[in-house]
């Protein structure tokens, strides 16, 4: 199984669950996202970092939409599992389930229930760590994940705090990331929403958007930057997200000078990690939605 570059808990999830059923690896080009580490280390996972994919051998890609989130991965004999709207690998895939769905996870754990496999604790642990991780702690969730999210904790025989404990950061390190984020964090009233940015010292911008959100920002912008690498989310309050501000574009064009090693997201929620200067982006990104929430522009 393989998950994108800068796998996230959705990735993990699916590629850890399948990896018990059908007993197979777990491989990820690159790096993975910081709550993808956490729940690496809670559960743990075995994982192979910058797998090298023998010939012949036969791969599933889970939670995966472009040939560009899978750096020195040869794509010559290969599945697909996604839930992404625009999903490139489809063409070139052998196979393929693909749906637009809360999450990767959902579709594994459909895919599982269809072969009658069974769901053990831990597997039941990781799909639903990503289910609430793609759902913004179910902030996003449909009524028909929630459902699916009940099954699955009931299969596992596991609770909901279960899960909680498990996508969770220490106590340490949550009060660090929450001071650190208050010190610095700058305000910016664009439009109708409340923007939120601040820069964090550690690579944990997922946990820092989020947290933003719960504080009460519109939309959250944090950045991380280590020498010339740079690592950016953009997330959107799931309260608004049906006003027509598309974050995927306003990302995009925000790092067309920058070196891109890795775009993915939708309009509510994106991540970007790169080589550039986080304050231009963010500059850039700021401005392009000054731009896209001013009465007076069409977009």
Known sequence: MV??????????????????ALEGRIGVPGDVAEHGRELIKKLKMNV??????????????????DEQQLPDIPLESYAV????????????????????TDSTCQLVYRILKKMGLPINREMALALSAGILGDTIYLERASGSTIIVLGEILLQGGITYKDVLEIVSMSRLLTRETKLQAAISAQLYK???????????????????????????????????????????????????????LDLFKVMKEGVVGSKIEN?????????????????????????????????????
């Open 3 to 20: 998950t994108h570059e800068d796998a996230d808990a959705d990735a993990l999830g699916a590629a850890y669950a399948l990896s018990i």
């Open 48 to 65: 192979y970092f910058s797998p090298v994919i023998e010939e012949g051998e036969r791969i599933i890609i889970v939670d995966t939409a």
């Open 81 to 100: 599992i996604d839930h992404h709207r625009d999903n490139k690998l489809l063409q070139g895939a052998e196979a393929y389930l693909h749906e637009e």
């Open 190 to 244: 664009l439009g109708d929403y409340l923007i939120v940015f601040t820069q964090t010292n550690r690579d944990y911008v997922y946990y820092v958007a989020i947290m933003l959100l719960e504080l009460g920002a519109d939309i959250a912008l944090v950045s991380y930057q280590e020498g010339d690498e740079v690592n950016i989310r953009l997330v959107k309050d799931p309260r608004v997200q049906d006003t027509g």
């Open 263 to 299: 775009l993915w997201g939708d309009e509510n929620f994106v991540g970007f990690k790169g080589v550039g200067k986080d304050l231009e982006i963010v500059k850039e990104i700021l401005e392009n939605i000054r731009y896209r929430t001013d009465k007076n522009n069409y977009y």
